[in-house]
């Protein structure tokens, strides 16, 4: 007896060995290549914009791209952290709130993601707890091998098959980029993971780029590889070989620092790629094409091209982004201007709709509580009211994106005012929309202490109000998040032919508060237009100011659909106001009296 119980235990193993063989052989027959993108030596050397000029590169040659980022932090999500810790939170069409990556990757390659394609560390233990509590695993015991690197695993082999470019066809190719630098405590289970994975595939179908810093130290000038092979160590220490170096550096690799690296970190001569500073981010996919990169990646990863790289259009934009001379200023008060990637994607649409203009952007960066009377009257801070006053008259147009909380409203309220009733072109963003309504009801209604009850929850005229959506399929509680639909009210209104719609538009939000509908009507009788509301007609989504040249602000965010060669239509509708050109882009349309 004690036999046949090691010999069906024995046949028992055979047939789930054969069932894992049979798995990892049809994962095999895949054609998915993955890319993974990892970082060495410092954070913040530039992965996102390398992994999305790789998409750039590849999408050229015709090949179908998607993108995923692993954070590895403990949060679920981006959505409750601040901006100072971690720039914006970028907001998804399925109300997902991820980090500012996944941003770069929609604007570079031109698709369209999905909460799943950010995986945090929260994310994949709540996933694994929930597993076991509903007794998924059978009363093993649960561990980071090979628990948690499973579900990592096969988190990332789900979302890679997803549709993103509209065609509803699966990427060829999916760049997963580690956040965070290799040899960070937290980064483990996924190193971990990405090792594994390799396995789940051919050789070929997975490659390694691994970001690094060459610096420069001392008077001598000379470019040091030390770090760079130390980080390389450490990442060929849990079982990952970088088929790529993508060196960072002020000024471009000599070659005999690119020979050094190649023989010290075993990589091939052809495949260590310097990335130095360039003018603008456009250039990088243009910097890697003239190494050769697109040629290396497709012959690493046995990948055949539908068509020859088609880089045309691209490359145009970037040289003539350095080339621009006519000059436009647009003033950005905000309240977390000490950090510039809060605003990223405002900052991106800007350069967007510039371009399309025609228009060198110089961006003026305005601390909004600087612009308020508490810091005139304090003798310490009055060169900063100054400073800011000073910043707002010189500029050719104003734009206040969003935020939360009270701190810098009334230095908004300021703004919103100034910009009113001194015709100056003016944008307003989620919170900026609603400042623009509060300073309205103060001074053109007369509605003494009129305010947000966010603000102040015991204002006796609430403009704004609480309005939740209570939505079942959209995470975050009580926040209206995700792409939601606004009809235009107007047919001729400013909105609709900047957006060259006639019925309705689609855009993303990400808010909690709403301007009073009860209100409406005393607002619009003075020429506060709402152009634009949601589809009860209870939610208002954008106003325009009559008689004014250009003064519109919008529930919603359009900074997060804005692309390259297709600007956000109110930041192209901002943009040409400044520098004088709406009247002509705009054959249709003549501010009403």
């Given amino acids: 007896p004690a036999s046949h119980r090691a ?44 992994a999305s000029s790789i998409g750039v590169l590849l999408k050229s040659l015709g090949l179908r791209c998607t993108s995923i980022k692993i954070d590895p932090y403990l949060n679920i999500d981006a959505g409750t952290m601040s901006p100072f810790e971690h720039g914006e939170v970028f907001v998804l069409d399925d109300g997902g709130e991820v980090d500012l990556d996944l941003g770069n990757y929609e604007r570079f390659i031109g698709i369209t993601l999905t909460r799943d394609h950010n995986i945090t560390t929260g994310k994949i233990f709540q996933s694994v707890i929930e597993k076991e509590r509903e007794g998924a695993f059978l009363g093993k ?51 971990e993971a990405l090792r594994q994975f390799q396995f789940r595939h051919d050789a070929h179908d997975v490659c390694t780029v691994h970001v690094s810093l060459v610096p420069v130290l001392g008077v001598v000038g000379e470019q040091k590889t030390k770090p760079t092979q130390h980080s390389v160590q450490v990442l060929r220490s849990v079982g990952i070989t970088p088929t790529f170096l993508a060196c960072r550096s002020k000024e471009p690799l000599e070659q005999s620092v690119k020979e050094k690296l190649a023989l010290f970190c075993h990589v091939s001569p052809t495949h260590v790629m310097n990335l130095s500073d360039v003018s603008n981010i456009w250039h ?21 091209p539908p068509h020859d790289l088609q880089i045309d259009k691209w490359e145009e934009r970037a040289v003539r982004w350095d080339n621009l001379q006519e000059s436009v200023t647009i003033a950005v008060v905000g309240k977390y201007t000490g950090l510039t990637d809060s605003y ?41 009211y100054d ?49 623009a309504v509060i300073e309205f009801a103060r001074n053109v209604l007369g509605l ?37 639909r606004t009809f235009l009210q107007e047919p001729q209104c400013l909105t609709a032919l900047l957006y060259q719609k006639m019925e309705f538009i689609d855009e993303r939000h990400r808010h909690r508060y709403e301007v009073n509908p009860e209100m409406i009507e005393k607002f619009e009788e003075r020429g506060l237009k709402f152009v634009g509301k949601d589809d009860t007609g209870r939610r208002m989504e954008i106003i325009e100011l009559k008689g004014h040249p250009f003064y519109v602000a919008c529930q919603f ?6 692309r390259p060669g297709k600007p956000s239509a109110l930041f192209l509708g901002l943009v040409l106001a400044s520098s004088k050109q709406l009247h002509v882009y705009m054959s249709g349309y003549e501010a009403e009296p």
């Fill in 448 to 484: 003494e202490g009129a305010n947000s009850t966010e603000i102040d929850p015991a204002t006796p005229h609430p403009v704004v109000v609480f309005m939740p959506e209570g939505s079942t399929t959209h995470m975050g509680g009580t926040m209206r998040l995700g792409s939601r």
């Fill in 387 to 435: 400073r800011a006053w000073r910043a707002i008259e010189e500029c050719d147009g104003i734009l206040v994106p969003g935020g939360f909380g009270g701190r810098g409203v009334a230095g908004k309220a300021a703004t919103c005012r100034y910009a009113r009733e001194n015709n100056k072109p003016f944008f307003g963003i989620c919170l900026g929309m609603q400042v």
């Fill in 344 to 384: 990223l994607s405002v900052m991106k649409s800007l350069q967007h709709a510039a371009i399309a203009a025609n228009r060198k952007l110089k961006i003026s960066w305005i601390e909004a509580s600087d612009l308020e009377e508490e810091t005139k009257e304090a003798e310490e801070t009055r060169h900063k």
């Fill in 7 to 50: 010999a069906e235990s024995g046949a028992a193993q055979g047939r789930i060995g054969e069932k894992r063989r049979a798995v990892l052989e049809g994962s095999k027959s895949d054609a998915m290549k993955y890319i993974y993108v990892t970082g060495g030596v410092v954070s913040g050397l530039g992965k996102g914009v390398t």
């Fill in 284 to 304: 990088v996919p243009l910097v890697m094409r003239d190494q050769g990169v697109h040629k290396a990646l497709c012959k690493q990863l046995n990948l055949s």
């Fill in 557 to 562: 965010h359009p900074e997060y659909k804005s």
């Fill in 141 to 191: 015991t649960v561990q980071v091998v090979p628990h948690l690197t499973d579900a990592i695993q096969n988190w990332i082999e789900r979302v890679a098959h997803i549709p993103v470019d509209g065609s509803g066809q699966t990427p060829d190719v999916c760049i997963i980029e580690l956040g965070g630098t290799v040899g960070d405590i937290e980064s483990g289970p996924f190193l």
